[in-house]
């Protein structure tokens, strides 16, 4: 009985003595899969932190200061961070990836934030703006210095002062870079102008185009068709 004892002794040593050792983490850059022991070998790259927000939406031409990131080795001491942006506009649309990457004996770790930058209610409503058009200075007398606000909801466009002397609001939204002014009339005392109208920004939101299609029911000076405002920022 003691013979067999001794002999699952050696046994049990024999088969821990041969379990092979290595790094087992797989965070590291050198884990060994067939190992089964860690034996404190393991290696690795800087660990990086993206700082803030790693997604972010701003408007054309908005505030924009990068918050950076930071790196650490496994020990806790710091690693440089380089920062690439170089692609990123925020004076036009666009989705933009800013890159960090930092760097240690073991190797280099990556991350990048993403910024869109798209058009919104600031690029309507501040400044000016001047209009040009192929619109009739009769049939659809379009005012060459409106009055562009924020409308209802997140999206809204109001353009105020819409025509010439007898001015009159309009009222639309803007989504992405696509306008809309929905079917609507503005009464000019002899008669009532109904229109609406399609249009599109300019991925600088410096100006916007509106194709018109309308009727006028004024006697004599009145019509229907089409025409095109082009809005300029001023």
């Known amino acids: 009985m003691k013979k067999v004892f001794f002999t699952l002794a050696i046994l049990t040593i024999a088969l821990t003595s041969c379990k092979k050792k290595g790094c087992t983490d797989p965070s590291a850059v050198n884990q060994n899969q067939k190992a089964k022991k860690d034996d404190g070998s393991c290696l690795y790259k800087p660990f990086l932190t993206i700082n803030g927000q790693a997604q972010m939406t701003i408007n054309v031409g908005g505030a924009y200061s990068d918050a950076g990131a930071t790196a650490v080795n496994k020990d806790g001491s710091s690693v440089v961070v380089s920062t690439d942006s170089a692609s990123f506009d925020k004076t036009q649309t ?41 619109c009739s200075g009769t049939t659809f007398p379009l005012s060459t210095s409106p009055v562009i606000s924020a409308g209802a909801g ?81």
């Not at 800013?98 to 190797?107: C, K, L, Q, R, S």
């Not at 509106?210 to 300029?232: E, M, S």
Request: hydrophobic share 35%.
């Open 94 to 134: 666009g989705v933009y990836y800013i890159n960090y990457a930092a760097t240690n004996a073991n190797g280099t770790t990556t991350g990048s934030r993403k910024v869109s930058v798209v058009i919104g209610a600031s690029n309507w409503t501040s400044p000016t703006w001047a209009v040009s058009s192929t």
């Open 154 to 234: 997140a999206n809204g466009i109001s353009i105020d002062n819409m025509f010439n002397v007898v001015g009159g609001t309009a009222t639309g939204t803007v989504n992405g870079a696509a306008i809309s002014i929905p079917n609507q009339t503005i009464n000019i005392t002899l008669g009532d102008i109904i229109f609406s109208g399609i249009g599109t920004m300019n991925a600088t939101a410096t100006q916007f185009q509106i194709t018109y299609t309308y009727d006028n029911t004024t006697p004599l000076i009145g019509g229907n068709g089409t025409c095109v405002a082009i809005y300029d920022k001023q």
